[in-house]
């Protein structure tokens, strides 16, 4: 079974550019979330989406982050414009459906300069 | 909020056995978890456990859950040098089943 699959896995941008994550979950797996980890700490939650919708977004910076999964399988984070404190590591993650175990991607390392 | 607490670093000698802590405040947890993850990589489940066992046994990991002092902990026998990663305590909380994460602790394998 093929895991999560991102891309690029590695990013490095000027601060005030933008920038696209993309994730592909595990076939069959209806939730989809993406965590931001800055380093020495925990992943944190930006969003959940239960197939195409959201299910939680509240610790998403909206004014400058956004994600969609417009068909309820791939979905892309972006970020415009970044800013310093961006500089995470930015991971997908997948399940078979809400609360159930999540399996993770490698992740993408975006550096702001 | 809910909160999950780990110590930050552990260090030990391969061979000798490895116990790694976990405090949490939301006492209506139901899924608690072990992640591992290695430099440079994504978080690999190692293990869970449902909250109305105590004990979870799987080769040489081996979960302990005390629900009246909310401490979960891991023990990984015979630790071995590509045990050396930070392993991350991880918590179902609330209605939304939400996982709430602690710091991680960073396990040293000396040979």
């Known amino acids: 079974e093929a895991g999560v699959a991102q891309s690029p896995r590695y990013k490095i941008i000027e601060k005030r550019q933008s920038v696209a994550f993309w994730c592909n979950p595990i076939?069959?797996?209806?939730?989809l979330y993406w965590y931001q980890q800055i380093l020495g700490q925990g992943p944190k939650l930006l969003i959940q989406f239960q197939n195409n919708g959201v299910v939680d977004d509240s610790q998403l910076p909206k004014d400058r982050f956004s994600a969609e999964r417009l068909k309820g399988v791939d979905s892309t984070l972006k970020i415009q414009p970044a800013k310093l404190e961006d500089s995470a590591v930015y991971l997908c993650a997948s399940s078979f459906s809400e609360g159930h175990e999540q399996f993770f991607g490698p992740g993408t390392r975006l550096t702001v300069l | 909020g809910e909160d999950v607490e780990q110590s930050l670093f552990l260090s030990v000698r391969e061979g000798d056995s490895s116990v790694i802590n976990c405090t949490y405040t939301d006492s209506s947890s139901t899924y608690l978890y072990w992640y591992k993850q290695e430099p440079g990589a994504g978080l690999q489940l190692l293990t869970y456990i449902f909250s109305n066992m105590d004990m979870k046994q799987d080769q040489r990991l081996t979960v302990l859950l005390n629900k009246k002092d909310k401490h979960l902990s891991l023990r990984i026998a015979d630790t071995q040098t590509g045990d050396s990663a930070i392993y991350f305590c991880a918590v179902e909380a609330g209605n939304n089943r939400k996982l709430i994460w602690g710091l991680g602790t960073s396990l040293a394998v000396n040979p």
């Open positions: 076939s069959g797996h209806a939730t």
